[in-house]
């Protein structure tokens, strides 16, 4: 066990902190710890006005706040001065816009890659060089890690990316399944149907592991507080989703929402899906086992 008194947090650092898990991570924080001003938050993003918007919709007073906003580009010479910081890596291109959008699929994969994989190198690289490392590095892989396809590989390198961090720093992988809150993009896809009365009905082997937003951010807090066991030599991985059938998540959702209403099915078959997501389609098939995910393990922190 980290021992607390020794490793109080004074800064924890957001990486991407304009994206889907960034802004909610921003407004879980402050909604929990809006007095704590013995921490700072140091928010890194390209897209500052995305963040001041997401204030300002949810009336977040952050002149108040103990953050600042930095460019990228200042990284290295800010890491210099930060004590007892953490870093929350949730850069990378959206995969959903890269795999919907009307680039080429080679093109897409490198939006989608190398703003991991090449990002984190650079950061973890000016860690290094400046000497100054975190308490805990935490990045947010999948649980596509777990299947065949090609997909996994990448996965695997973008991981151990952080094992240049060696002993000097906790190596925190989360390998979410499909991140569920009323703004995620799965759900705003089968709303689209919901909307015409279509109930769309996939392959029956189609898996669909997903996790809580909520609950990710809870077991980010508790890391924060330093209440899981960790181990500096290696890798420690949280498995953080509930594994279920897609068609069957589908069925939850319009029993929850629509329990009266009449909706007509629309199948959708392989070819359609792996002409939007190919790899990433496949990589979504993963044989059914137990014993994967530890998220009531976590939770119960």
């Given at each position: 066990?980290?021992?607390?008194?020794?490793?109080?947090?004074?800064?924890?650092?957001?990486?991407?902190?304009?994206?889907?898990?960034?802004?909610?991570?921003?407004?879980?924080?402050?909604?929990?710890?809006?007095?704590?001003?013995?921490?700072?938050?140091?928010?890194?993003?390209?897209?500052?006005?995305?963040?001041?918007?997401?204030?300002?919709?949810?009336?977040?007073?952050?002149?108040?706040?103990?953050?600042?906003?930095?460019?990228?580009?200042?990284?290295?010479?800010?890491?210099?001065?930060?004590?007892?910081?953490?870093?929350?890596?949730?850069?990378?291109?959206?995969?959903?816009?890269?795999?919907?959008?009307?680039?080429?699929?080679?093109?897409?994969?490198?939006?989608?890659?190398?703003?991991?994989?090449?990002?984190?190198?650079?950061?973890?690289?000016?860690?290094?060089?400046?000497?100054?490392?975190?308490?805990?590095?935490?990045?947010?892989?999948?649980?596509?890690?777990?299947?065949?396809?090609?997909?996994?590989?990448?996965?695997?390198?973008?991981?151990?990316?952080?094992?240049?961090?060696?002993?000097?720093?906790?190596?925190?992988?989360?390998?979410?399944?499909?991140?569920i809150d009323e703004n995620s993009s799965?759900?705003?896809?089968?709303?689209?149907?919901?909307?015409?009365?279509?109930?769309?009905?996939?392959?029956?082997?189609?898996?669909?592991?997903?996790?809580?937003?909520?609950?990710?951010?809870?077991?980010?807090?508790?890391?924060?507080?330093?209440?899981?066991?960790?181990?500096?030599?290696?890798?420690?991985?949280?498995?953080?989703?509930?594994?279920?059938?897609?068609?069957?998540?589908?069925?939850?959702?319009?029993?929850?929402?629509?329990?009266?209403?009449?909706?007509?099915?629309?199948?959708?078959?392989?070819?359609?899906?792996?002409?939007?997501?190919?790899?990433?389609?496949?990589?979504?098939?993963?044989?059914?086992?137990?014993?994967?995910?530890?998220?009531?393990?976590?939770?119960?922190?």
């Amino acid at each position: 066990m980290i021992d607390y008194s020794k490793k109080n947090i004074n800064q924890i650092v957001v990486l991407g902190s304009s994206g889907y898990l960034g802004l909610s991570f921003i407004k879980y924080y402050f909604n929990q710890f809006e007095s704590n001003k013995n921490i700072s938050l140091i928010l890194f993003s390209s897209n500052y006005s995305k963040i001041l918007e997401f204030f300002k919709l949810n009336n977040i007073n952050y002149k108040n706040l103990n953050l600042g906003f930095y460019k990228y580009s200042e990284f290295k010479d800010l890491v210099k001065d930060f004590k007892n910081y953490v870093i929350l890596n949730f850069s990378g291109y959206n995969i959903f816009k890269a795999l919907f959008s009307l680039y080429n699929y080679s093109y897409k994969n490198k939006l989608i890659w190398d703003s991991r994989i090449n990002f984190t190198s650079k950061i973890i690289e000016s860690i290094i060089e400046v000497g100054n490392y975190p308490v805990f590095f935490l990045l947010p892989s999948a649980v596509w890690i777990y299947s065949d396809s090609k997909i996994s590989d990448y996965f695997s390198k973008w991981e151990n990316i952080l094992n240049l961090l060696k002993n000097n720093s906790y190596k925190i992988v989360f390998r979410l399944g499909v991140v569920i809150d009323e703004n995620s993009s799965w759900l705003k896809i089968l709303n689209y149907f919901f909307k015409f009365n279509l109930k769309p009905v996939f392959n029956s082997n189609l898996s669909f592991p997903y996790i809580y937003m909520n609950d990710v951010l809870k077991v980010i807090i508790n890391l924060i507080n330093f209440k899981y066991k960790l181990s500096q030599e290696e890798l420690n991985i949280f498995d953080l989703f509930i594994y279920t059938k897609f068609n069957d998540f589908i069925n939850f959702i319009l029993k929850e929402k629509y329990p009266y209403k009449k909706f007509k099915s629309f199948y959708i078959s392989d070819y359609l899906m792996e002409l939007f997501f190919r790899d990433y389609y496949k990589a979504m098939f993963l044989e059914y086992r137990n014993d994967f995910s530890n998220l009531k393990e976590y939770l119960k922190n």
